[in-house]
């Protein structure tokens, strides 16, 4: 199971934080992906993360601006977003891919399998 969290309102150029909590049984090399959607449009992919943190990736939109971070001692992938714009409205889900190609973050939202029930971030102007 995966528990998404951190969701809130904040003014233009701040801050959150969310994080994913994952409980159960988990495979021994997943992704943890970040997604978003916004009303009226299509989910996007926002950040991803192995298990092993080596490898991460970010969609263009959230470069420079969004990191992805794991804690292992909690078993959680967080995405600390900062310089928050109107855009980033959204609602955040996180997932995980539990058979991953190698070495890879996939940011097509059909390949993973577990999905959270998504926390709301508003952004206001």
């Known amino acids: 199971q995966l528990q998404a969290s951190g969701g809130g309102l904040v003014q233009a150029g701040g801050s959150l934080r969310l994080s994913c909590a994952a409980s159960?049984?988990?495979?021994?090399?997943?992704?943890v992906g970040w997604f978003r959607q916004a009303p009226g449009k299509e989910r996007e992919f926002v950040a991803g993360?192995?298990?092993?943190?080596?490898?991460?990736y970010y969609a263009d939109s959230v470069r420079d601006r969004f990191t992805i971070f794991r804690d292992n001692a909690k078993n959680t992938a967080n995405l600390q977003m900062n310089s928050l714009k109107p855009e980033d409205t959204a609602v955040y889900y996180c997932?995980?891919?539990?058979?991953?190609?190698?070495?890879?973050?996939?940011?097509?939202?059909?390949?993973?399998?577990?999905w959270g029930q998504g926390t709301l971030v508003t952004v206001s102007s």
């Open positions: 997932a995980v891919d539990v058979n991953p190609a190698p070495r890879i973050v996939p940011t097509v939202w059909t390949v993973y399998e577990y």
């Open positions: 159960g049984r988990t495979s021994s090399n997943y992704v």
């Open positions: 993360i192995r298990r092993s943190g080596s490898v991460t």
